[in-house]
């Protein structure tokens, strides 16, 4: 089946600093990845659609200052939490869609998420 | 405003047994609903869904049945074993869409 990878799992850094969260494809192409935030006993709440060549889409209340996204090629995307902070503390997990040849509603594959945690 | 609500945040069943997940919505425009299964430390893996123009979809084990008019939908799993235990979402999109409206999830434990 469709893999997707994220790295790095786990992360933790500093007040202030910059972290960089990749999500790739494995075995298939995708022109849209999408990055999603989860809190603690909360649903995942989808933060930017990535589109590949071009920028990303986010959704209201996300600042796309402070979450940069890359998504420079076919099998990969990137989230940059800038100037990071205790509040940006989270659950963050990147899924994409096989581009090609799939209806509209494919599921979505995930990656394992990566558990930021700022101090 | 949580579009897809999952009331129950644990379920307890005997192995063997039947589980059964529910799942509220309040947007009649939803077409298509999934459900996920989630590990500690992992993403989301996809296990069943159903388009809003069928109200029973069947995999093995797991059936999904939807109830449009009352905008509800559930997760039968029977017989329930013990590597089923984790934590369940249902999500929903609208029309083509590429965003899910994620429900809370609710944490399953089948019990040996």
């Known amino acids: 089946g469709a893999v997707v990878s994220q790295h790095p799992s786990r992360v933790i850094c500093k007040s202030g600093t910059s972290v960089k969260i990749e999500c790739r494809s494995l075995?298939?192409?995708?022109?849209?990845m999408f990055w999603y935030r989860q809190f603690p006993k909360k649903s995942l709440m989808l933060m930017a659609t990535?589109?590949?060549?071009?920028?990303?889409?986010?959704e209201q209340g996300v600042e796309k200052d402070k979450f940069l996204i890359n998504h420079a090629s076919l099998t990969l995307s990137t989230l940059t939490v800038t100037s990071a902070h205790p509040e940006d503390s989270s659950f963050y997990i990147c899924?994409?869609?096989?581009?090609?040849?799939?209806?509209?509603?494919?599921?979505?594959?995930f990656g394992n998420g990566t558990r930021l945690t700022v101090t | 405003d949580q579009q897809v609500k999952q009331n129950s945040p644990s379920l307890s069943v005997q192995e063997g047994r039947i589980s059964i997940l529910n799942c509220d919505y309040t947007?009649?425009?939803?077409?298509?609903f999934l459900w996920y299964k989630k590990y500690p430390a992992e993403g989301p893996t996809f296990l069943i869904s159903?388009?809003?123009?069928?109200d029973k979809n069947e995999d093995g084990r797991f059936t999904v049945f939807l109830n449009k008019s009352a905008k509800h939908l559930s997760l039968h799993i029977v017989p329930s074993q013990p590597g089923d235990s984790a934590v369940y979402f249902c999500?929903?999109?609208?029309?083509?869409?590429?965003?899910?409206?994620f429900g809370t999830g609710t944490r399953l434990t089948v019990i040996p």
């Open positions: 899924s994409a869609r096989p581009a090609a040849g799939t209806a509209y509603n494919s599921p979505l594959h």
């Open positions: 075995d298939f192409q995708a022109t849209t």
């Open positions: 990535s589109n590949e060549g071009s920028k990303a889409t986010y």
């Open positions: 947007n009649s425009m939803f077409d298509y």
């Open positions: 159903i388009s809003s123009i069928k």
């Open positions: 999500a929903a999109s609208l029309g083509g869409a590429n965003n899910l409206f």
